[in-house]
């Protein structure tokens, strides 16, 4: 069985931004779970405002942890994560202190891409897949 979940505030946020219809930032599927990446919404309007690079670390990562949650799953039971991250090498020792804020031990497998661009105000993205 797959089941798409909405998660609010977030798949409201995606389908503003985007401007598409429905929108299931996570799919569970045979006890596994998928997370779409999330762009740095600002938590109190939903908006992609141009902040310090911590910030929209800190704010990715709490949406990751939100949308797992929503899933039935949680950070500890994160498999893999995939970051993509235009801010090339000068960031990553920011990036790695809040990752290692939400992963403290046994940190899952992970993979940062440094990539060239997004189509808005924002250098950090992140999905996953983690159990139930």
């Known amino acids: 069985m797959i089941e798409r979940l909405r998660v609010e505030p977030y798949s409201t946020y995606l389908e503003s931004y985007r401007k598409a219809g429905q929108v299931f930032p996570v799919t569970v599927a045979n006890g596994m779970v998928f997370m779409s990446g999330l762009p740095p919404f600002d938590p109190d309007t939903g908006e992609i405002k141009p902040v310090p690079y ?61 990539i060239h661009s997004w189509p808005g105000a924002f250098d950090i993205e992140i999905d996953c897949v983690a159990v139930v």
């Open 54 to 114: 911590e910030v929209q670390c800190e704010r990715v990562m709490t949406q990751l942890k939100t949308c797992l949650e929503a899933a039935g799953s949680s950070l500890s039971k994160v498999l893999k994560c995939n970051v993509y991250s235009t801010s090339g090498p000068t960031n990553f020792a920011t990036f790695n202190a809040v990752y290692d804020r939400y992963f403290p031990k046994d940190t899952p497998s992970r993979i940062f891409m440094f």
